[in-house]
């Protein structure tokens, strides 16, 4: 799309904006689901208040952050204290079902569509809901995954054992130095498989999952296809939103729906093809169910 775009807001009440948003799944040969942080978080799973209290309360008064995205940069001083917190971060919010059925309910508007999901959220809280794992492409990695901190290698290794291990163990916010993760195949650190930097690795199961995103888009391009985007910020919009406009411009049959709290828009160049919902997204998945109900 050009990139002299005008941004528009939906006009439209919001019972009319879920009646529409009702038909256009309903009519859908194809759903593109596109989902950010703001899918997780209408979920709970939330980084800061009552939830960074309940799981992090010690970290805050030792270190004094307030919030788990903080503890997260905290400069530790050793190894020890970095993978304690760590692995209190993925067990909580990798290993713990999210507080709030959204993601269910979201699969049950899909779950006998022709649908993929492209997601940044690295939490898996859409495969932990039952969303078919052949049909997700996480594209910012997984907080289930190690990888090289070098990288040495293209591979990366499932964590859930060694992080139920360093939460057994761990002692004063420190973890046993034995349970320190190293790569097997040099011998240096490990460090989770997110991507922050030009070490992120893309491992063969990355590329698989890329390479089934883009075979789903070529064979759905001229299709009834409704791209639907949740919580999706400007964080990173070249993964999803710019690419859902983009779509959706060249396709005169397709439709973009956008739910975000604060953030919901589109570029006027396809507002009569758009639904622009400013509001929770559990609470409009809940209407759109009990639409079809």
């Not at 960074?52 to 010690?58: I, L, M, R, S, T």
């Not at 995205?69 to 692995?87: C, D, R």
Request: aromatic fraction near 14%; charged fraction near 25%.
């Amino acid at each position: 799309m050009s990139s002299r775009i005008r941004i528009c807001r939906s006009t439209e009440s919001y019972s009319v904006q879920i009646d529409r948003l009702t038909k256009a799944l309903h009519d859908a040969e194809a759903v593109v689901i596109g989902a950010g942080a703001g899918l997780s978080t209408s979920a709970g799973f939330v980084y800061t208040g009552e939830r960074f209290q309940k799981h992090f309360a010690d970290f805050a008064k030792k270190y004094g952050y307030q919030d788990m995205y903080t503890g997260g940069f905290y400069p530790y001083n050793t190894p020890e204290e970095h993978w304690a917190y760590w692995s209190r971060y993925i067990y909580v919010n990798r290993y713990m079902d999210a507080p709030k059925p959204v993601y269910q309910q979201l699969l049950e508007l899909v779950k006998d569509k022709n649908y993929f999901v492209i997601t940044t959220n690295v939490d898996h809280c859409f495969q932990k809901a039952g969303f078919d794992k052949q049909r997700l492409f996480y594209t910012q990695g997984d907080y289930g995954l190690f990888q090289c901190s070098e990288p040495c290698c293209k591979e990366t290794f499932e964590n859930e054992t060694t992080i139920l291990q360093m939460m057994a163990k761990q002692r004063e916010m420190r973890v046993p130095s034995e349970l320190l993760p190293m790569c097997p195949r040099c011998g240096k650190p490990m460090t989770m498989n997110l991507r922050s930097d030009n070490r992120f690795v893309e491992d063969e199961g990355w590329h698989k999952a890329a390479e089934r995103y883009e075979s789903f888009l070529r064979a759905t391009e001229n299709a009834r296809v409704l791209y639907l985007e949740l919580g999706v910020g400007y964080n990173t919009p070249v993964i999803i939103k710019y690419p859902f406009w983009q779509m959706t411009a060249q396709n005169p049959k397709a439709t973009y729906a956008c739910i975000n709290l604060g953030e919901a828009f589109c570029p006027e160049q396809i507002l009569r093809q758009s639904i622009c919902i400013d509001g929770d997204i559990g609470e409009a998945i809940t209407g759109l169910l009990g639409q079809e109900a």
